[in-house]
Antibody
């Protein structure tokens, strides 16, 4: 069965960076793009961008172009998202989600990021 | 960016009632529209994709319709398990954009 297992909660200082992971299992990792979605506390959903794990091609929402960096490790079937120059606006839950024919059919459980001094 | 206007933002409905949630895109999105259900502290779950296709395992009381700019999600007979927040997503043009969400509660 398809599973996306995300890394644990992060507490970071303003200005720091965090790198979170999304380990895929139950399917061929390189056959599907991986998307990332942000959800601020009590707020709606915002699409960050996606990576093609096979080619490494990335595409970002312009709102995240200087904030997020997406990478993937084919050997471990793991996708990563790094967030840099953190501010309180980056405090949120971040989800990875696989895209097949169905846009974002399977989702990870989310990684909570809290930015606080 | 394509703006997705979702309505209502919140609603109460009775068990067994027919419920409809709508999303209006700021331009034609050619049925590149999905619906998701999110329960508190949980990840979103796909309900409908390409406007009308039911995702695997989703009860048949959920259905989607629409074309052009206007789309809707209908629950034919509301059950207690349907209490959740519902989001639409357009994926026809980058950046993908979500509607603001509809919080559905049981009356």
């Amino acid at each position: 069965q398809v599973q996306l297992q995300q890394s644990g909660a992060e507490l970071a200082r303003p200005g720091a960076l965090v790198k979170m992971s999304c380990k895929a299992s139950g399917y061929t990792f390189t056959s599907y793009t991986m998307h990332w979605v942000k959800q601020r506390p009590g707020q709606g959903l915002e699409w960050v961008g996606y990576i093609n794990p096979s080619s490494g091609y990335t595409h970002y929402n312009q709102n995240f172009k200087d904030k997020a960096t997406l990478t993937a490790d084919k050997s471990s079937s793991t996708a990563y998202m790094q967030l840099s120059s953190l501010t309180s606006e980056d405090s949120a839950v971040y989800y990875c989600a696989r895209r097949s024919v169905v846009p974002m059919d399977y989702w990870g459980q989310g990684t909570s990021v809290t930015v606080s001094s | 960016d394509i703006k997705m206007t979702q309505s209502p933002s919140s609603m109460y409905a009775s068990l067994g009632e027919r419920v409809t949630i709508t999303c209006k895109a700021s331009q034609d999105i050619k049925t590149y529209l999905s619906w998701y259900q999110q329960k508190p502290w949980k990840s979103p779950k796909t309900l409908i994709y390409y406007a009308t296709s039911l995702a695997d395992g989703v009860p048949s009381r959920f259905s989607g319709s629409g074309s052009g700019q206007d789309y809707s999600l209908t629950i034919s007979s509301l059950e207690s398990d349907d209490t959740a927040t519902y989001y639409c997503l357009q994926h026809g043009e980058s950046p993908y954009t979500f509607g603001g969400g509809t919080k559905l509660e049981i009356k």
